[in-house]
Nanobody
Framework: QVQLVESGGGLVQAGGSLRLSCAAS????????MGWFLQAPGKEREFVAVITWSGSITYYADSVKGRFTISRDNAKNTVSLQMNSLKPEDTAVYTC????????????????WGQGTQVTVSS
């Protein structure tokens, strides 16, 4: 069992930045792929970004390429999402997740999920 706790969400003006963090505890492994997803009100969950165990391979949704950066610190069992140039359409609940297989791509079959953190971007 893995527990995931997100932090760093909040209210920010358009064009601003936020940094989300996710702390993993329990039966964690350095080879776990770790990703971020979002869910806007009334819509299904969408993929945002993922980073593999090595930290050298990342994938991003087209909507966030060039604006968001995912990173991980295996020693601390954390994954972060640096979000720059935020837009109102980025408003959503952001959730981190773990893929035990280590693949993380395509973004399906994730095994553990956090409870999410709210990001609100004002116009």
């Amino acid at each position: 069992q893995v527990q995931l706790v997100e932090s760093g969400g909040g209210l920010v003006q358009a064009g601003g930045s936020l940094r989300l963090s996710c702390a993993a505890s329990g039966r964690t492994f350095s080879r776990d792929a770790m990703g971020w997803f979002l869910q806007a009100p009334g819509k299904e969950r969408e993929f945002v970004a993922v980073i593999t165990w090595s930290g050298s391979i990342t994938y991003y949704a087209d909507s966030v390429k060039g604006r968001f950066t995912i990173s991980r610190d295996n020693a601390k069992n954390t994954v972060s999402l640096q979000m720059n140039s935020l837009k109102p359409e980025d408003t959503a609940v952001y959730t981190c997740a773990v893929d035990r297989s280590g693949r993380g791509w395509p973004p399906h079959g994730y095994d553990y999920w956090g409870q999410g953190t709210q990001v609100t971007v004002s116009s």
